[in-house]
C-alpha cells in the first residue's frame, strides 16, 4: 500500500512538474504589451506625474499620457466613489484640453453581479470616448448633477420622450424598504420599466421574492410577479393613467395587484419627467451646461451609476484645476 | 482424532483492507497540492492565507466540538482538513476571511457534526458552507478577479459563466486559458488541468470511480450541448466543461457517495449532471454546480431506497409476465 502511494505521489509531482511548465510557457509565449492592455493604458508610469493635493477628494492619483516620442498626448487621472458595494475605481483618460474624454477603463469594482458589475461591459463603456466632462444623466441640469435637487412636475407637462434610461428613486425607506423605478425608452417609447425595491442591507425585494424569501400570501402573486404586473401595465398604455389608485393606496385596475402602488406610480412618473427632458425655464438656466454630455446610466444600479458619474467628475475637477492654475 | 490444536472461531471483519478514513483522506490532501499550487501561482499568496483560514477553522470547530460535546476527538483522521482545502478553494480570493471562517464553522458543526460526524453528514460539508456564504452574504463570494495580477489592486472581472450567462462577449479567454486556469473564478477551481491530475492520483489510488465522474461531466456536455442559446446542439459545451466549478465538482464532491453501490452512484451522477447543466442554462445562477450536487445528496436517499443494489454473486432475475 505505501510502495504505491509513493508511486502515485512521484507519478503525480512529476505531472505537476510538467503541467507548471506549460502553464509557465503559455504566459512566456504568448506576447504581453506592457505598456497598454485592452481597455487603455491603466499602467501608470513612473514619470509625468501629477502632485494630487489631500483636498481632492476621491482622486488618487493623475499623470501624464505621453507617446512614443515623449510628447504628453493628454491626462489620465485615476479617481474613485463610493458605489453599491464598495468603492468603484475609474482611470479616466483626458485630451489635452482637460474635458474630453479619450478613454474610460474600470480598475476595481466589487459591484453586484448583473447590476453594477455591467459598468465593465464594452456595450457601455464605448459611450465614453469623445464625451465632455463633467458627466449628468439624461434629465438632469448639467449645472446640477445631484439627482435630488430635482424639480418635480405635474404630469401634464411632460413633453416628448427622449432615447435613454431614466432612474428615480425614493428619498427614504418606507417599512424597510427603498423604491426604485428604471424606465428605458426607445424611440420615444416606455419598452421597459422594472420596479425594485431595496432593503438596508442591499438586498433587492424582486430577488427576496423570486427566491422565497420574501412570501406575502401562500397562494396569490409574488411580490416581483405584482411589480412585473404592474411595469406591463405601464409599457402597455405608456403612461400610469390606467392605474387608478384608491384611498389605500391600492389598485384594482391590474388584474393580481394588491400591493400598495402609489410609490410605485410617483416614480414612474418621477422617470418620465426625466425622460421628457429639462423644461423651458431650466434650459434658459443651464448657462454653465456648455461642453457638458449626457451619459446613460446602469439600469437597476443607481448608486454604481452615480459613482461612475461622480469618479468622473471628480477627475474632471482636478484636471481642470491644474490646467488652469 | 482429536486434533491438539485448540480450535476457536474468529470474529468479523474477516475481510480487512488498509483503506481507513485517514488514508484516503490523505490521498485526497495529496492529489490537491497541485491545485494549492496552481492558486498561488494565479492569484497570488493569498490563497495561502484563505487556504490556512479554512483549515484552520475546520480543524479547530472539529476539535472544540468534540471536546464540548465529550466525544472522541478525530481530528487526526484530516476530514476536517479536507473539507477546509475544498471550501478555500471554492472561494475567490478576495473574499473576506471573516466569510471563510463563518462558512467553515457552519460546514463543520451544522452540516457534519450536528448529523454524528464523518460519514453522518447529509450533505457535503465544503458546499454547504460555500451556499450559506452565496444566500446571505453574496457579494463576499462575488468578488472575482483576473489572474496574474501582481499588486494588491486587482482587477475586478466577472467570472466567464457570468460572461456567458449575460450573453458578453469573453473572447479574451481562451479555451486554453481556461485549461491551464488563466480565467478570473474561485482559487481552486479554474485550472482543469491541476485538478484532472490530481484526480488521476486518486483513481489510481482507487479513492474514486472515474466512471461516476466521467458520467456526471457527460451529462453536463450533453445538456448544454443539445440546448444551445441559437436553437438545438449548439450549445458552447466545452467552456460549461473547461469553467467555473464543474471540474472541481466532478473530481472532489460528486464521488462523495462511497457508501452507495455502484449503479446508485452513477443514478446520483446523471441527477447531477441534470442539475448542474439546468441551473446554468435556466436559472438565476451562472453556476450550477454547487447546489446541484446538495439537491441531489438530499436525493440520495430516496434513490437508494428506489434503486436495489446488485446483491454479490447472484444474477438478476427478471420475472416472467
Known amino acids: 500500500m505505501k510502495d504505491n502511494r509513493i508511486k502515485g505521489i512521484i507519478a503525480l509531482a512529476i505531472v505537476t512538474i510538467i503541467s507548471f511548465g506549460i502553464i509557465y510557457g503559455t504566459k512566456s509565449l504568448v506576447k504581453v504589451d506592457d505598456s497598454n492592455n485592452e481597455q487603455g493604458n491603466n499602467v501608470e508610469p513612473t514619470e509625468g506625474i501629477l502632485v494630487v493635493d489631500e483636498s481632492y477628494e476621491g482622486v488618487d492619483s493623475a499623470w501624464e ?104 428613486e425614493a428619498d427614504d425607506f418606507i417599512g424597510g424598504y427603498k423604491s426604485i423605478v428604471t424606465i428605458k425608452v426607445e424611440n420615444s417609447e416606455i419598452t421597459s420599466v422594472v420596479w425594485d425595491q431595496m432593503d438596508e442591507l442591499g438586498q433587492y425585494k424582486s430577488y427576496l421574492s423570486s427566491t422565497g424569501k420574501y412570501v406575502m400570501t401562500e397562494d396569490g402573486l409574488t411580490w416581483k410577479e405584482q411589480a412585473d404586473k404592474l411595469a406591463a401595465n405601464v409599457i402597455e398604455n405608456q403612461s400610469t393613467s390606467d392605474i387608478n389608485i384608491n384611498d389605500e393606496g391600492e389598485t384594482d385596475s391590474v388584474t393580481g395587484v394588491s400591493i400598495s402602488v402609489n410609490e410605485f406610480t410617483d416614480l414612474v412618473e418621477k422617470a418620465l419627467l426625466k425622460a421628457s427632458g429639462p423644461t423651458e425655464e431650466e434650459s434658459n438656466n443651464e448657462t454653465s451646461a456648455t461642453g457638458s454630455s449626457q451619459i446613460d446610466a446602469i439600469s437597476g444600479a443607481t448608486h454604481s451609476s452615480d459613482a461612475i458619474k461622480t469618479a468622473i467628475n471628480r477627475a474632471y475637477t482636478f484636471i481642470n484645476d491644474y490646467l488652469n492654475k | 482424532m482429536i ?104 460546514s463543520i458543526i ?57 450573453g458578453n462577449d469573453f473572447s479574451q479567454f481562451t479555451k486554453w486559458d481556461m485549461f491551464i486556469g488563466n480565467i478570473p473564478g ?96 435556466w436559472g438565476i445562477y451562472p453556476e450550477g454546480a454547487c447546489f446541484a450536487i446538495l439537491i441531489t445528496n438530499c436525493l440520495a436517499g430516496l434513490v437508494d431506497r428506489i434503486i436495489k443494489p446488485h446483491i454479490y454473486g447472484m444474477k438478476l432475475k427478471r420475472d416472467k409476465v
Not at chain 2, 25 to 45: N, R
Not at chain 2, 264 to 272: D, H, P, Y
Request: proline fraction near 3%.
Open chain 1, 65 to 168: 499620457i505621453k507617446d512614443d516620442a515623449g510628447n504628453v498626448t493628454g491626462y489620465a487621472v485615476k479617481a474613485s466613489a463610493r458605489g453599491f458595494v464598495g468603492p468603484v475605481v475609474l482611470q479616466v483618460d483626458f485630451d489635452l484640453d482637460g474635458k474630453t474624454i479619450q478613454n474610460l477603463t474600470v480598475v476595481s469594482s466589487n459591484e453586484t453581479e448583473g447590476y453594477g458589475s455591467k459598468m465593465e461591459d464594452e456595450d457601455y463603456l464605448k459611450q465614453f470616448p469623445g464625451t465632455v466632462a463633467p458627466v449628468h444623466f439624461e434629465g438632469e441640469s448639467a449645472s446640477n448633477t445631484n439627482k435630488d435637487d430635482l424639480v418635480i412636475q405635474s404630469a401634464s407637462v411632460v413633453n416628448t420622450l427622449k432615447d435613454g434610461i431614466y432612474i428615480a
Open chain 2, 3 to 106: 486434533n491438539n490444536i485448540e480450535k476457536t472461531p474468529n470474529i468479523s471483519p474477516h475481510l480487512k483492507t488498509n483503506k481507513t478514513s485517514k488514508n484516503i483522506m490523505v490521498d485526497v490532501i495529496i492529489a490537491l497540492i497541485p491545485v494549492f499550487i496552481g492558486s498561488i501561482y494565479f492569484f497570488g499568496t493569498r490563497s495561502i492565507l484563505i487556504v490556512f483560514s479554512a483549515v484552520f477553522t475546520c480543524v479547530l470547530s472539529e476539535y472544540i466540538w468534540q471536546k464540548a460535546s465529550k466525544k472522541q476527538i478525530t481530528i487526526n483522521d484530516y476530514s476536517a482538513v479536507v473539507t477546509g482545502l475544498l471550501i478555500a478553494f471554492n472561494m475567490p480570493v478576495q473574499t473576506s476571511i471573516w466569510t471563510i471562517v463563518i462558512a467553515s464553522i457552519f
Open chain 2, 110 to 166: 451544522v452540516t457534519k457534526q450536528f448529523f454524528g460526524g464523518i460519514g453522518g453528514n447529509f450533505a457535503n460539508p465544503a458546499l454547504v458552507g460555500r451556499a450559506i456564504i452565496m444566500l446571505l452574504w453574496p457579494a463576499q463570494v462575488a468578488k472575482y478577479v483576473t489572474t496574474y495580477h501582481a499588486s494588491v489592486d486587482a482587477v475586478s472581472s466577472a467570472t466567464i459563466l457570468s460572461l456567458l450567462k449575460n
Open chain 2, 186 to 281: 474561485a482559487i481552486g477551481e479554474t485550472s482543469v488541468i491541476l485538478l484532472v491530475i490530481g484526480f488521476l492520483y486518486l483513481s489510481y489510488r482507487k479513492i474514486v470511480n472515474p466512471v461516476v465522474t466521467g458520467v456526471y461531466l457527460l451529462t453536463v456536455v450533453l445538456i448544454t450541448f443539445v440546448f444551445g442559446p441559437q436553437g438545438l446542439f449548439t450549445g458552447d459545451y466545452l467552456t460549461h466543461l473547461l469553467s467555473g466549478g464543474l471540474m472541481i465538482a466532478a473530481c472532489y464532491m460528486i464521488t462523495d457517495y462511497a457508501s452507495f453501490a455502484p449503479r446508485i452512484r452513477v443514478t446520483l451522477a446523471v441527477i447531477a449532471g441534470i442539475l448542474t447543466a439546468g441551473i446554468r442554462l
